[in-house]
C-alpha cells in the first residue's frame, strides 16, 4: 500500500462513543518500529450526546486540553453542541528515550510508562498518559532521575516562593495544605530524586482541566484516576526519563511517520528550524540515508503542528526485498553457461536492517 493509498485509506472513519479507558498500548511487532496504535485501520471519533465543552470531552477520554484542542482546530473549545464529531487521538510515535520505567515528553504533555520485563524480554505493553508541566518561568527540569519516594493522600508544604506569589495575586496559602479535594499535589504523589521536591502527582478539583498544559511549579500533575493506576504500577526507584521532543520521527509496518508539536510557552523555533530538525530525525531513523519522502506532507506536519502522526515515506518490505534478490540470484545461476567451475556468488542488494537509537535525541545521561 502506497503513502496516497494509506492516507485515503484511514479517510474511513469510525464514531466511537462512551469512555474510552484505553491508555494501554501494544508495542509494534517489529521490535525497530517506534508508533503506536489504538484504533487500527481507522480514526477515532466521538458524537457527544449532550451540550458539553471539549476539555468535558477531553477528560471522558483521558486527552489532555492542549492535545484535543489541537486535533479539533475548527471545533469551539466552550460550546461543543449535541450531536457534533470530535476527532481523539490514535497514534503516537514513542520518544526516543530508553523503554523502561517512565519517560515524560513535556513537550507533548505525555507519560510513557513501560511495565516491568524480565531480563532480555522486550517490553510488549506501554501506558500513556496525559500530564501538566512547569509553566515558562517554573521549568520543569530535563533528565534522568528516578523516584525515590511514594506516599499517599500527601500534605502539601509550599515553598516560599509560591507562597509569596500568593500572596501577591491576593491568595494567600497556609503553611500546610492538608490531604483533601483542595490539595495540589490529589492524592498520590511520587517524589523524584531532583532538587526543589519535584513529583508527579494528582490534582485538586479547581485544576482538573489543566491537565495537559504548562501550569503548574515544575511538578508533573496528572488526572486523579491515572496517578492512582500508576501509583500501584511504580516502585522506589524505577527511572524517569524527563526530554522535551517537540518533533518524532517512527516506524510502523515499514512506513515512515512524523509528529510534530509546538513549541512550550517562551520558546521559539521558525520552520526552517523545524525542517532541519525532521530532516535529521528521518536520516536517522532510515539508517543515516535519506529517503525520497513525501516533502509536501512533511511540510503540512511541521506547520500545522497538531502532534497527529503523519505518513510521510513508504519502504519495500523486508520479505518482498528477500524474496526478489533470492529470485535474481536463481536466475543468475540458471542462465550461467555450464562450466566445471562454480559460478561466482551474488550478493544480497537488501538495505541493512535498521538499529535502535540508544540516544540522539534523548536530552539526559542514560
Not at 43 to 49: C, G, N, Y
Not at 100 to 118: D, F
Not at 276 to 299: C, H, V, Y
Not at 314 to 331: G, H, K, T, W, Y
Request: aromatic letters at 6%; glycine letters at 6%; hydrophobic letters at 35%.
Amino acid at each position: 500500500m502506497n503513502i496516497r493509498a494509506l492516507l485515503a485509506f484511514t479517510i474511513l472513519l469510525s464514531v466511537i462513543g462512551g469512555h474510552a479507558n484505553a491508555t494501554t498500548y501494544a508495542m509494534p511487532e517489529n521490535s525497530h518500529d517506534s508508533v503506536i496504535i489504538q484504533y487500527p485501520d481507522s480514526m477515532p471519533l466521538t458524537r457527544v450526546e449532550q451540550d458539553e465543552t471539549l476539555l468535558d470531552v477531553a477528560r471522558r477520554f483521558l486527552l489532555g486540553q492542549t492535545e484535543i484542542v489541537r486535533l479539533n482546530p475548527n471545533v469551539d473549545r466552550w460550546l461543543v453542541k449535541k450531536g457534533e464529531v470530535v476527532r481523539l487521538s490514535d497514534k503516537r510515535i514513542l520518544p526516543d528515550s530508553p523503554h523502561n520505567g517512565i519517560t515524560l515528553n513535556i513537550s507533548e504533555y505525555r507519560m510513557y510508562y513501560y511495565p516491568p520485563i524480565k531480563k532480555g524480554q522486550v517490553p510488549r505493553q506501554v501506558m500513556s498518559f496525559a500530564h501538566g508541566v512547569g509553566r515558562q518561568d517554573w521549568k520543569t527540569p530535563l533528565g534522568k532521575t528516578k523516584i525515590t519516594q511514594k506516599i499517599k493522600n500527601p500534605s502539601w508544604h509550599p515553598p516560599e516562593s509560591i507562597r509569596r506569589e500568593h500572596a501577591a495575586n491576593g491568595d494567600p496559602l497556609p503553611v500546610v495544605v492538608p490531604p483533601g479535594p483542595n490539595n495540589p499535589l490529589g492524592s498520590r504523589a511520587l517524589y523524584l530524586a531532583l532538587p526543589g521536591e519535584y513529583r508527579i502527582h494528582g490534582t485538586d478539583i479547581d485544576k482538573i482541566h489543566g491537565i495537559g498544559m504548562q501550569i503548574t511549579h515544575g511538578c508533573v500533575r496528572m488526572y486523579p484516576e491515572d496517578i492512582e493506576a500508576l501509583y500501584d504500577m511504580v516502585s522506589v526507584g524505577t527511572p524517569v526519563y524527563i526530554v522535551k521532543q517537540p518533533i518524532k520521527v517512527g516506524w510502523l509496518d515499514n512506513v515512515l511517520y512524523v509528529e510534530s508539536h509546538p513549541n512550550l510557552e517562551g520558546e521559539e523555533t521558525t520552520l526552517d528550524q523545524r525542517f532541519s530538525e525532521a530532516l535529521r530525525l528521518i536520516k536517522k531513523a532510515n539508517n543515516k540515508e535519506m529517503p525520497d519522502f513525501d516533502q509536501l506532507a512533511l511540510n503540512k506536519a511541521l506547520t500545522e503542528q497538531s502532534g497527529d502522526p503523519v505518513a510521510i515515506y513508504e519502504r519495500l518490505p523486508p520479505m518482498e526485498e528477500e524474496d526478489s534478490v533470492v529470485s535474481e540470484q536463481q536466475a543468475q545461476v540458471e542462465n550461467a553457461p555450464a562450466s566445471n567451475s562454480r559460478p561466482e556468488s551474488v550478493k544480497p542488494t537488501s538495505k541493512p536492517v535498521r538499529k535502535a537509537s540508544p540516544d540522539g535525541y534523548y536530552h539526559g545521561n542514560l
